[in-house]
């Protein structure tokens, strides 16, 4: 598929399609697809000839795998190049997700990550299947879980939302519907049927949202019991505490394969992510969308400029042994004042949204 359009848009009766067209990057979000994908929204979101948007992505593996961090990492630790523009581009896009006032249909079939959670998630109606991967891994590469999740992740129940952030552990459909990140689950190998349903929908028949959700349940199926249910009050136990040091004294009196699980999980993620992530989600539990988003656009930036999210990349990404070497490398030598550095405000330079 050399040289092919890494998206590809198509109207169908009434219907925007979008289709994330770089399978051999697991249709990661490079800056112009982005920039294409903003500006098709952006013309959609006024066009009466557009009723609802359908958004999957290419190849069997991936939805969408997040941000094309390798692209990042060639840049260097520069902040207001490339990798800031990327970044601001990336909200903006996310944030016009988030507004749209038309249905937007993500058909979650493969893996979704970091950036690609944002381009599902804040979507009218999430379609989850059996091969759908979820998971906001960033505190492993030495960043923060961002696209708007300082907004989404802490309004989820109980305290699921701190413990998809820190850990980034992974869900299947079944966990990803328990959790609120997914609202129904088809089958993969109905989504041919479900789009050509889409396509042929009576939009002008009542509310388009409610169109959209009839169509889809139509397709619905029982993806079976979540195993996130299965511990659930353990993460409400451990991670429902006001500090990272806490949340790890709890698994520790928690015991138990889970609990040594997620403390090995914890263990290897930066230990300065951590910290900002806890007050990442901590401050947006009391923030609209937007004052989110530019918050995290902020720590965005300050992550640019350290040396944990560039180590990160390298260990995980680029060289992949598994060994970054983060500074500071124990939760103890993370200060408060370090932590409230990432939250400095930008001046000039701050997120806007027209």
């Not at 359009?5 to 697991?26: C, D, K, T, Y």
């Not at 094309?68 to 997700?97: C, H, M, N, Q």
């Not at 993500?106 to 893996?111: E, M, R, S, Y």
């Not at 397709?219 to 136990?237: I, K, T």
Request: charge should be negative.
């Amino acid at each position: 598929m050399s040289g092919a359009p890494e998206i590809l848009f198509e109207l169908r009766g009434g219907v925007g399609f979008v289709l994330l067209n770089r399978p051999s990057a697991l249709n990661a979000l490079g800056l112009p697809l982005i920039e294409a994908f903003d500006a098709r929204l952006e013309a959609w979101a006024t066009d009466p000839a557009v009723k609802a948007v359908v958004v999957r992505g290419a190849g069997e593996r991936a939805f969408c795998a997040g941000g094309d961090v390798r692209s990042i990492w060639k840049g260097g630790r520069t902040v207001g190049g490339p990798a800031s523009d990327l970044f601001r581009r990336e909200y903006t896009l996310i944030r016009r997700i988030k507004v749209l006032p038309k249905p937007y249909i993500a058909l979650v079939d493969g893996i979704a990550m970091g950036g690609g959670v944002g381009v599902c998630v804040h979507g009218s109606h999430r379609v989850a299947t059996e091969r759908t991967m979820i998971a906001l891994p960033e505190t492993r590469i030495g960043l923060f879980p961002d696209v708007g999740s300082a907004h989404f992740l802490p309004r989820l129940p109980g305290a699921l939302g701190l413990y998809l952030g820190l850990t980034g552990v992974r869900l299947k459909a079944a966990d990803a519907l328990y959790a609120g990140l997914a609202d129904h689950y088809v089958e993969s190998a109905r989504l041919p049927e479900l789009e050509a349903a889409l396509a042929a929908a009576d939009w002008a028949s009542g509310d388009p949202h409610a169109v959209a959700s009839t169509t889809i349940e139509a397709f619905a199926s029982d993806p079976n019991a979540a195993p996130l249910g299965e511990y659930r009050a353990a993460v409400d136990r451990c991670f429902g505490q006001d500090s990272v040091a806490a949340i790890l004294a709890a698994l520790e009196a928690e015991g138990g394969d889970w609990a040594e699980r997620t403390l090995e999980t914890l263990g290897a993620c930066s230990p300065t992510s951590l910290k900002v992530t806890f007050e990442q989600l901590r401050r947006g539990a009391a923030l609209g969308f937007d004052d989110a988003m530019i918050m995290e656009f902020r720590l965005s930036q300050a992550f640019l400029a350290r040396h944990d999210f560039h180590e990160g990349i390298r260990a995980i990404v680029i060289d992949k042994d598994n060994a970054p070497k983060w500074r500071p490398d124990t939760l103890a030598e993370v200060s408060p004042d370090l932590v409230e550095a990432h939250f400095a405000p930008l001046g000039d330079s701050e997120l806007r949204f027209d």
